[in-house]
């Protein structure tokens, strides 16, 4: 094997071919008040079974109650 293909083989992660983030660009996942995620969940159950239990539009369903939530803690907050 090159000096190079090691150089580049050895950036990636092992076995995924997935090149590593430093520490620096890692981004961590982002927290959700309290309850926050229970709404969200709640909601996109609701949608689930509005637009007749369909399977494959989980995370449609999902962006879609996220959506609905903020919507309703902005029109309370106002």
Excluded at 44 to 69: F, H, I, M, P
Aim: overall charge neutral.
């Amino acid at each position: 094997m090159s000096r190079k293909n090691q150089a580049k083989t050895a950036r990636l992660a092992p076995r995924s071919g997935v090149p590593r983030l430093s520490p620096a660009k890692q981004q961590r996942p982002i927290e959700l008040p309290d309850g926050m995620w229970d709404r969200i969940a709640g909601k996109a159950y609701e949608l689930w079974e509005e637009r007749g239990r369909r399977a494959g539009n989980d995370l449609a369903d999902w962006l879609d109650a996220e959506t609905a939530v903020m919507e309703e803690i902005h029109e309370a907050r106002e």
